[in-house]
């Protein structure tokens, strides 16, 4: 199968390369700049915000991905969620159809929901309904914290750690993650292209592991050969006024946005593995993979 995928060359983009490279398709990869070039792999330069750069790529192609997405806006960047969210996903939709591909892959994100609170929500719900209103054969995916040796998230905690055993925690830290692997997503990915049966649907990834947020921190410690961080809690109605001062600078932590998808959790049933026949790698193991004693 020849596959036009956006986004892959990101932290998930890697892993879903590798997954369909092994399994023999043949990609083309939306990219903003040329890079090393890789048996099986064509390149194409473009914008995905800038449908004129690349609507010609998908030609030949029989399924497109879209992976991009942003965990946070810089406006003055014009980088927000309605450009790299909505905008860049109704290009996707059109390169798809002009270019003859029936087949249409989303990445999107567990929360999301027409009810959704958050922006960012807001934002994945916008392009999951133009992908739903297409008239190509679409499968959405929407996962929970993914980790993995390259992933932002995990590896920001691990270097906080590194530098003072203390990891500061908003409110209660009981709040729930259900963390995923990159391998695991990148595999649903490539399955769903397999399996006519996930047509039409939208399945949430999520890991075995529910973790309140304070065990996460001790699981990522553990991993690190490190004792469990002093967690002192800042309470959170105060959160709540020092974020919407501080959200504006880029360096600052966390946004209210992302404060309000923290507190929503991110965790699933694991009804998915049902459908794609696999159990997802334990946290702790795949953590150790890349954390242990750094």
Not at 26 to 31: A, C, I, V
Not at 80 to 107: C, D, I, P, S, W
Not at 234 to 259: E, R, S, Y
Request: proline content about 4%.
């Amino acid at each position: 199968m020849k596959i036009f995928i956006s986004g892959a060359t990101g932290f998930v983009g890697g892993h879903l390369v590798r997954e369909l490279l092994g399994r023999g398709h043949q990609l083309r990869l939306l990219t903003h700049r040329r890079k090393r070039s890789v048996e099986g792999v064509d390149q194409v330069v473009g914008d995905v915000t800038r449908l004129e750069t690349f609507e010609q790529a998908a030609a030949g192609c029989d399924a497109v991905i879209n992976l991009v997405g942003i965990i946070r806006e810089f406006a003055y960047k014009n980088v927000t969620y309605k450009k790299l969210h909505v905008e860049a996903t109704a290009n996707m939709l059109a390169a798809a159809q002009k270019g003859g591909a029936r087949r249409f892959l989303q990445m999107s994100a567990l929360g999301t929901r027409s009810t959704a609170v958050s922006d960012y929500h807001k934002s994945k719900w916008q392009a999951e309904q133009l992908v739903r209103s297409s008239n190509l054969e679409w499968t959405v995916f929407r996962p929970s914290l993914i980790f993995g040796p390259k992933d932002s998230f995990i590896n920001m905690l691990a270097s906080q750690l590194r530098l003072a055993p203390v990891m500061p925690v908003i409110g209660s830290g009981q709040y729930r993650m259900q963390p995923i692997h990159a391998d695991d997503v990148a595999r649903c990915f490539a399955l769903a292209l397999e399996m006519p049966e996930t047509v039409g649907h939208a399945y949430e990834l999520c890991g075995n592991d529910s973790l309140r947020y304070e065990d996460l921190l001790d699981t990522v410690a553990n991993a690190m050969g490190k004792s469990k961080p002093f967690k002192p809690h800042a309470p959170l109605g105060l959160m709540k006024l020092i974020i919407p001062v501080m959200q504006n600078i880029p360096l600052f932590p966390i946004t209210m946005d992302q404060l309000q998808m923290l507190l929503e959790e991110s965790v699933c049933d694991g009804s998915w593995q049902k459908t794609f026949g696999f159990s997802p790698r334990g946290f702790k193991e795949g953590i150790c993979e890349y954390l242990h004693k750094t």
